[in-house]
């Protein structure tokens, strides 16, 4: 069955230090990866897809075939990035989301 | 801009009883999705829609049933609350066909005593 794991349920980093979510998914197909985040008392939304390859306040993530993993990345992490992060796989009509990492980021 | 709205962001049930959810969004988006969420399982999904009158099980559709008669509205049904159907339930809705963003609700919390 296809899934999406994320290994940390909590990442806490300082402000200013490299921040990375961890993401791997089980798919054989071509999978369509997505980015996902929940700040504090606001709705779900759409931080970034892989298939626009873009950067969003600063985070990237690659696709890595070959591992299975769609890393979330920022060089410097600041306070307002503290939220929910969840990590989504579509396939056909349907979506996974991981179990989601709660990144806090210390002054 | 998407809009994504839901009926209740609170909802206080007891077990036995019939629950209705309602979502409507009010962008012509083809496909509607119900999750549940809950703290270390993230996001699940019940059911989706594709079309009006169309309807696909999620991974969780037990307990639950949906209705789409109209295109913008998406209705999450629980036949008789239960306790382990306390949870967050979010909607969303995307443009048609796959590999689109997700545009979600505020969501609506459910305590089922």
């Known amino acids: 069955a296809q899934r999406v794991t994320q290994p940390e349920k909590l990442l806490s980093v300082f402000k200013g230090a490299p921040v990375e979510l961890k993401c791997n998914y089980s798919?054989?197909?071509?999978?369509?990866l997505f980015w996902y985040v929940q700040y504090s008392r606001q709705r779900l939304q759409l931080l970034l897809r892989?298939?626009s390859r873009e950067s969003i306040k600063g985070f990237t993530a690659d696709l890595n075939k070959g591992e299975t993993s769609f890393h979330l990345k920022k060089p410097f992490a600041q306070e307002e990035d503290s939220a929910m992060y969840y990590c989504a796989l579509n396939y056909g009509q349907n979506f996974v989301f991981g179990p989601g990492t709660r990144l806090s980021v210390l002054p | 801009d998407v809009k994504v709205t839901q009926s209740s962001r609170y909802l206080v049930k007891r077990t036995g009883e019939k629950v209705f959810l309602e979502c409507v969004q009010d962008m012509d988006h083809e496909n509607m999705f119900w999750y549940r969420q809950d703290p270390g399982l993230g996001l699940r999904l019940i059911y989706f829609s594709y079309d009006v009158k169309m309807k696909e099980k999620g991974d969780i559709p037990e307990g639950y049933s949906v209705s789409r008669e109209k295109k913008e509205r998406f209705s999450l049904i629980l036949e008789s609350a239960s306790t382990n159907q306390t949870s967050m339930y979010l909607c969303a809705s995307s443009l048609g066909g796959n590999k689109e963003t997700q545009y979600f609700g505020p969501g609506t919390r459910l305590l089922v005593l």
């Open positions: 892989h298939i």
């Open positions: 798919y054989s197909g071509s999978p369509e």
